[in-house]
């Protein structure tokens, strides 16, 4: 005898198998990253491992040597290069951001939305923009010139457009954000009454920040640095406009490989070796750290 | 040795209200607690006793008067130069560190040495029985060993004085009651004074040596717990410690020790015990507690005896409690302990609308002055 329930029913299946529902919960997330990471993912991984035809073009036909080629000390130096100015855009970020998360976290509740609002504030500009209106501060007829040599501070301009400390300044500045919102994070979650026990027990302030708000914000310098590191080494456009193109990072590499020298495999497999690198990097400071998942998420 | 453990000389303390006036927190308190003692700062919330138990531990500064501690007037001394230390209510146990970290720390920034700091921290966690729980960290212990830990970290620095507040105010009631008998044992243990902030007053009754009542920034009697609980000096304690019954009249007579009130609704008064500040003609509080009051079957015909009528009763096991009538919708609540072991029920229930008289012993009743 046939009943109604016997027929196929997607809702019934959904009803009777969980395994079946935890599948269709994920399922958008799923392909989502399947359309968006991963598949480009692997068409760039396979992309690595093809040639370059004579007229820029794809030949299909297995290479490893674009990887052999990233070993040149020409490369290598750019790459060290990269790894140096990432560190270095960390670390200052760091320094500058965690002062500055601080006292946002510290200030009475009321400010904090609208000091982080400000710290936001810039985004709502062009980044070209905002690089363009670095360039005319540091130029050498530009802002910060004009005042020091009216003040008196020096007599000849400073040179510093166009050179690596115009390319930190600029990388520094567009991921200072990055850090900040981490840092701010993880200092607003500490009770004030750890504080106070912490004084309560002897600990004068120094003390009570270096082993108490200091080792406590730890996650939130991880995340910062992640956050900062990772896109740092890509970065081409403060290289190319702060730095005149005169200083070549793993990203301006990828770009100028990609748009420029039209060797696409050759870019795919300097963009695999930088992600590669990253991940490495990441996991390892992680770890160290002590904090796994945790931070990633 | 002074005369005092801690003293707070008049001390009041204000706060800016964010819409720029200002509230008192703690209105003119006067407190002198002896050494070695318990005491007990009770009150409901927001009442300052969370306030001046921050003052003692220099979070925060009077705006006038004084704090002593230990013969030396703090001023603005910071928290990490008074001889206090405190149990936080949240514990604030450092969550990155270990029991055994949490414990020493207080000791590594006296700059103990290292041997030292492991034999000490040993003992306090022995003292709280968390022998063996120095590696854990505090997110995997319960919230009862996370208050032992607090209380470990706070006195291996062997305070002159511990400042506690509402420790126990996050555990269920069963642990409540383990670590209220264990804290007044580890309190005679190492004699260290105590004072302790709670709003629960079963826990200071049980607890203290000593114990100041607060309300509205303001101290209104400090006793020990029987003259708390038997002699209330004002209707604000006798109602917040424990339960009572009150009637209101007007004092007739004053005579020695006691006081006569007339209550407009009864034909005869009322003599009860006389409360301080008393005077004829003035508006009373009449306090009775319901354990005190005896109720009968039978006509009694006596001073202070009432004729009610049974409004409810209910059977807790060890008590019956009653709730009467008095007329006029003064109801009265009355426990009877149950001395019995009768299976009959109609010895611990009386009928709905029962006739019955209930005395009010003089020497129980207490006249207060009206608030």
């Not at chain 2, 009860?272 to 109720?295: C, D, F, N, T, W």
């Not at chain 2, 010895?347 to 019955?356: C, E, F, I, L, T």
Request: neutral net charge; aromatic residues 10%.
């Amino acid at each position: 005898m046939e009943t109604p329930s016997r027929r196929f029913s997607l809702t019934r299946l959904l009803r009777e198998n969980s395994s079946l529902q935890g599948l269709a919960l994920v399922s958008p997330t799923a392909i989502y990253l399947l359309l968006f990471v991963v598949l480009p993912m692997v068409l760039i991984a396979g992309l690595s491992f093809l040639t370059r035809g004579s007229y820029g073009n794809i030949v299909y036909q297995v290479n490893y040597s674009n990887y052999a080629r990233l070993l040149d000390p020409l490369y290598l130096r750019i790459l060290v290069y990269s790894l140096g100015v990432g560190a270095a855009t960390t670390v200052l970020t760091i320094l500058i951001g965690y002062p500055l998360a601080y006292f946002i976290a510290r200030a009475p509740a009321r400010q904090r939305s609208l000091l982080l609002f400000l710290i936001l504030l810039p985004f709502w500009t062009n980044f070209i923009i905002r690089i363009y209106a670095w360039i005319m501060i540091l130029r050498t007829e530009g802002f910060l010139n004009t005042i020091l040599l009216n003040l008196g501070v020096i007599q000849v301009p400073l040179n510093i457009l166009y050179t690596p400390t115009a390319v930190l300044i600029g990388m520094v500045y567009e991921f200072l954000p990055f850090m900040v919102l981490p840092l701010y994070t993880s200092l607003e979650k500490i009770e004030n009454a750890q504080l106070e026990a912490a004084a309560d027990l002897g600990a004068r302030p120094f003390r009570a920040f270096l082993r108490i708000t200091l080792p406590l914000s730890v996650p939130g310098m991880i995340a910062g640095s992640i956050l900062v590191f990772i896109p740092a080494m890509g970065m081409f456009v403060v290289p190319d406009l702060m730095g005149g193109a005169k200083t070549m990072l793993v990203g301006n590499l990828i770009r100028n490989q990609f748009l420029t020298a039209r060797n696409w495999p050759f870019g795919a497999a300097a963009a695999m070796l930088l992600m590669i690198l990253t991940l490495v990097f990441t996991l390892y400071y992680t770890r160290k750290a002590g904090f796994g998942e945790e931070v990633l998420i | 040795m002074t005369d005092f453990a801690v003293e707070l000389q008049d001390v009041v303390k204000r706060f800016p209200t964010p819409e720029g006036g200002e509230v008192t927190a703690v209105d003119h308190v006067n407190l002198q607690i002896q050494h070695g003692e318990f005491f007990s700062l009770l009150g409901p919330s927001g009442c300052g006793k969370t306030t001046s138990l921050r003052m003692i531990a220099g979070f925060e500064w009077p705006t006038e008067g004084k704090i002593v501690i230990d013969g030396k007037e703090m001023g603005r001394t910071p928290p990490y130069l008074r001889p206090v230390n405190m149990v936080f209510q949240s514990y604030a146990l450092f969550q990155h560190m270990s029991v055994f970290q949490n414990v020493a720390f207080g000791l590594e920034m006296e700059k103990a040495h290292k041997a030292e700091i492991s034999r000490r921290v040993s003992e306090a966690l022995e003292m709280v029985k968390l022998t063996g729980m120095d590696r854990r960290k505090p997110k995997q212990l319960s919230g009862g060993q996370q208050q032992r830990v607090a209380l470990a970290r706070a006195l291996v620095k062997r305070p002159a004085v511990l400042l506690l507040d509402e420790p126990l105010g996050a555990l269920d009631l069963k642990l409540r009651k383990e670590m209220q008998l264990e804290l007044k044992a580890l309190q005679d243990q190492v004699g260290i004074t105590f004072v302790y902030v709670t709003h629960d007053q079963e826990e200071a009754l049980t607890m203290s040596d000593r114990i100041a009542v607060m309300s509205a920034g303001k101290v209104l009697q400090i006793g020990m717990p029987v003259e708390i609980y038997e002699r209330p000096n004002c209707r604000f304690v006798a109602d917040f410690i424990g339960e009572t019954n009150f009637l209101s009249g007007t004092v007739k007579a004053l005579k020695g020790e006691m006081a006569t009130v007339s209550v407009p609704q009864f034909k005869s008064e009322i003599v009860g015990m006389a409360g301080k500040g008393l005077s004829v003609g003035q508006q009373a509080a009449i306090s009775i507690r319901p354990e005190k009051i005896r109720i009968s079957e039978k006509e009694v015909k006596d001073r202070n005896c009432f004729t009610a009528r049974v409004v409810d009763t209910a059977y807790i096991g060890s008590d019956t409690r009653v709730i009467v009538d008095l007329g006029h919708d003064n109801r009265m609540n009355i426990w009877e302990q149950n001395t019995t072991s009768a299976t009959d029920p109609s010895v611990y229930y009386y009928q709905q609308n029962q006739r019955v008289w209930v005395t009010l012993i003089p020497e129980n009743t207490l006249v207060l002055p009206e608030d």
